[in-house]
Every structure is written in C-alpha cells, then in structure tokens.
C-alpha cells in the first residue's frame, strides 16, 4: 500500500494537486451545498476526537509521504465518509491552540474511494502555511488560491473558532459563517 501511495502522490506533486472544489460543470449550489456538508462533517469529526488515539498505519503512511507539504505543528487524523460521491476523506489537521489565530494551512485532505486504498486526490486547504491571528471581534481573512469557491476547510474553520471567516476567491468575497457559506454582494 505504502508503494502505491508513494506512487499517486508522486503522480498528483508533478501534475499539480486537484482542487477540493468539485467538478467546473456541477453548479454552485451544488459545490456551497456540498463543502457545508462536508465542513460540518469534519467539524464534527475533529471534535469527537480526543487527539489521544495513535494514528493508524494508513494515516501514518500519508503523514510520511506528505512530509515537504505538512506545517510545523501537531496533525490530527480524521477519517469523513463522502455517501454522495461514495469517498472516505482523511483529513489532516493541523491543530493549533484555538487562541494562537486561525490555522488557514495548511491541511491536507486523501479521498479515497469508499473501501479501498485507491486514492481520488490530494488537496491541501492553502498553497502556504497560514495562521491569521483573530483576537476579540476581529474577523479572520484570507485569500484563497487552490480553488473558486471556499472549502470544508473555511465551514470547519468558522464552526471551530465560533466566528465568522471571510474569503476572497476568483469568483468574488465570501462570507462563512456558522456553517453557511455565502458570496457577498
């Protein structure tokens, strides 16, 4: 498993990462409908976790492999299942004290599909790491780059940290907030 990883993520560093934005000719109301979602689901399953468990194998193996692409930092592993797209999302999270900012990236997301060790894509959350302070009222903000719309990362993020979050895209300045994303007009 550990060769054919190392194969895929060698495959997907030269070719350029995929976007977690989903494919150009679905709306995008499918796309905000689907990353709130899944931002839910991860928020859900980074909150469930006590941090105390050992990664498992697989999770070590795609820790390993992506060593020049992982922030300094402690990573949490969390495991999301895609039922509409028939994927199992582990997600690497960096976890940073809630105090010290937003952690904005980076964070990596495998899918895979659903049973198997056949990898879909790589997406990280930011082509840097990014860690946006966001004391008192202030409202963090960030310009994203990997895709056109925000991402799970951005619904996570805003859930997380109990704030709204603004993100400027190529489609325009977004607003994500308690789990909803939304373009700003």
């Given amino acids: 498993m550990k060769r054919i990883i190392s194969i895929t993520f060698t495959i997907l560093a030269v070719s350029g990462c995929?976007?977690?934005?989903?494919?150009?000719?679905?709306?995008?109301?499918f796309q905000i409908a689907h990353l709130e979602y899944l931002g839910k689901k991860l928020y859900d399953a980074v909150l469930s976790?006590?941090?105390?468990?050992?990664?498992?194998?697989?999770e070590q193996d795609l820790l390993e492999m992506s060593k020049d692409l992982v922030?300094?930092?402690?990573?949490?592993?969390?495991?999301?299942?895609?039922?509409k797209f028939e994927t199992e999302n582990i997600y690497l999270v960096?976890?940073?004290?809630?105090?010290?900012?937003?952690?904005?990236?980076r964070h990596l997301k495998f899918?895979?599909?659903?049973?198997?060790?056949?990898?879909?894509?790589?997406s990280p959350s930011t082509k840097t790491c990014l860690l946006v302070p966001a004391e008192g009222d202030s409202?963090?903000?960030?310009?994203?780059?990997?895709?056109?719309?925000?991402?799970?990362?951005?619904?996570?993020?805003?859930?997380?940290?109990?704030k709204p979050i603004y993100v400027?895209?190529?489609?325009?300045?977004?607003s994500v907030?308690?789990?909803?994303a939304a373009l700003v007009k």
């Fill in 168 to 174: 400027s895209t190529s489609t325009g300045l977004w």
């Fill in 111 to 122: 899918r895979f599909r659903l049973g198997t060790n056949d990898i879909v894509d790589v």
């Fill in 94 to 105: 960096l976890s940073p004290e809630k105090d010290s900012g937003v952690q904005f990236g």
């Fill in 49 to 58: 976790e006590d941090g105390s468990s050992p990664y498992t194998s697989r």
């Fill in 18 to 29: 995929k976007t977690t934005s989903v494919k150009n000719d679905v709306d995008t109301a």
């Fill in 71 to 83: 922030c300094e930092g402690k990573y949490k592993a969390v495991s999301v299942v895609d039922e």
């Fill in 139 to 162: 409202i963090p903000f960030s310009t994203h780059l990997v895709s056109n719309v925000p991402t799970e990362f951005h619904v996570f993020l805003s859930l997380y940290h109990e």
């Fill in 177 to 180: 907030e308690a789990g909803k």
